[in-house]
T-cell receptor, first 113, second 116 residues
Framework: AQSVTQLDSQVPVFEEAPVELRCNYS??????LFWYVQYPNQGLQLLLK??????LVKGINGFEAEFNKSQTSFHLRKPSVHISDTAEYFC???????????FGQGTTLQVKP | GAGVSQSPSNKVTEKGKDVELRCDPI?????LYWYRQSLGQGLEFLIY????????KSGLPSDRFSAERTGGSVSTLTIQRTQQEDSAVYLC??????????????FGEGSRLTVL
């Protein structure tokens, strides 16, 4: 069965520090991978996606993620975070077999001054 | 409309009552998803529509939950005989291509359901 695991429920970090939010997926078929962000009291929006091609994907607001097939991971990184990056981040995997987009449990990024 | 529209934005109901939640997707989007977001939980997949048909209903928590989509557009999620554990934010999303191949789901603001 397809599943997505976000290894950290909360990640506190100081402003201007680097951050990595971890995501692992399991699937017996090829997947497309996504990171979505939910700012406080707002809806979800797409941060970045991996469909094919280069395994390093760049998204909005300076975020990037690397698809690692051998480790079945899709970790999200940013070299220097801002207070405004405080939000809930969701990793998601889509299976072309099922047409279903499955989300992880979410990681709360708390950026402190 | 310009985005995915959900109504009502907030609904407070008494245990045992039925509720209907509505989703109006972006015009022309063929795929429509329903998710449930509970406090401290991730996004729980409920059901997915491609056009008017639902290839995957496996996420519906019980037979009290049902959903339909008509005209390839508006979808309604119905919860019968609501229970307190149904309290959550119900999110609707739509996408342009079949099965999300285009990559992006566009989410509505959600319907917050509180069952007293």
């Amino acid at each position: 069965a397809q599943s997505v695991t976000q290894l950290d429920s909360q990640v506190p970090v100081f402003e201007e520090a680097p951050v990595e939010l971890r995501c692992n997926y399991s699937s017996s078929v090829s997947v497309y991978l996504f990171w979505y962000v939910q700012y406080p009291n707002q809806g979800l929006q797409l941060l970045l996606k991996y469909l094919s091609g280069s395994t390093l994907v760049k998204g909005i607001n300076g975020f990037e993620a690397e698809f690692n097939k051998s480790q079945t991971s899709f970790h999200l990184r940013k070299p220097s975070v801002h207070i405004s990056d405080t939000a809930e981040y969701f990793c998601a995997a889509h299976s072309s077999n099922t047409g279903k987009l499955i989300f992880g449990q979410g990681t709360t990024l708390q950026v402190k001054p | 409309g310009a985005g995915v529209s959900q109504s009502p934005s907030n609904k407070v109901t008494e245990k045992g009552k039925d509720v209907e939640l509505r989703c109006d997707p972006i015009s022309g989007h063929t795929a429509l998803y329903w998710y449930r977001q509970s406090l401290g939980q991730g996004l729980e997949f409920l059901i997915y529509f491609q056009g008017n048909s639902a290839p995957d209903k496996s996420g519906l928590p019980s037979d009290r939950f049902s959903a339909e989509r008509t005209g390839g557009s508006v979808s309604t999620l119905t919860i019968q005989r609501t229970q307190q554990e149904d309290s959550a934010v119900y999110l609707c999303a739509s996408s342009a291509g079949p099965s999300g191949y285009t990559g992006e789901l566009f989410f509505g603001e959600g319907s917050r359901l509180t069952v007293l």
